[in-house]
């Protein structure tokens, strides 16, 4: 018997602080987007009002926050993000540090406070809230280095660590081979750490910038034979730019 096709979750990079882009994404069929706070222009007011579009029409909410810092992982998920995506996680000790900040008591150290969007702006049972915090909010680790390439085994195995992410371009940049994000050594990187999250029972997000079905379709078989449902395509301004130089060109040929 054939086994079923297993159904694919998409997200996609919002850096454009405009939450009709956001609703725009969220009625394309999307199941998460990504807030980029380290290289989009978004800050955490613009966060709420791009959040509360995207969940009003069914869109998960995953925040990249500028840097592993405590404070910003707490805000972001005071605020109700669904997953925070730390950047620049390079060892155990790095993964440990989000884990804390992303994690309250007894997990980690979370700073506590009843009155925040995540409790409904009053939590009135909070060892209920707290436990159920700790078990649905993702900590995702984005491992961008050469280094934290060749500590991915204990990354993933950090306890507290919900999912994975490699960022390719990064990653081509600490690897000496900038921009060339399908070099095999890349490849080899997204090969070893979708097997180990898989095999530690992780969410692995998969990354790739197609912003077309043409590409989508040439790239996803290989992400499927890495058994990866999970994945992250396009972004915002690059569909966008995809589009208007489409429409443009086809005028001017």
Known sequence: MT??????RIGTWVQINNADIVECIAISGFDFAIYDMEHGNIDFPGLESLMRAGEAKGLQSVVRVQENCSVLIMKALDLGASAVLVPGISSADDARFAVEAAKYAPLGNRGACPFIRAGEHTVKDWVTFSERMNKQTQLIALVESKQGAESLEEIIGTTG????????????????????????DISKTFDEAAQLAVKNGKEFYGVDFEANREGVEKMLPR????????????????VIMH????????FKQ
């Open 161 to 184: 660590v919900d999912g994975l992410m490699i960022g390719p371009f990064d990653l081509s940049v600490s690897m000496g081979i900038p921009g060339n994000v399908s070099h095999p």
């Open 223 to 238: 992400w499927q034979e890495r058994g990866i449902t999970t994945m992250v395509t396009g972004a915002d301004k690059v």
């Open 243 to 250: 589009g208007f130089s489409e429409l443009a060109s086809s």
């Open 3 to 8: 086994e079923p096709v297993k159904k694919i």
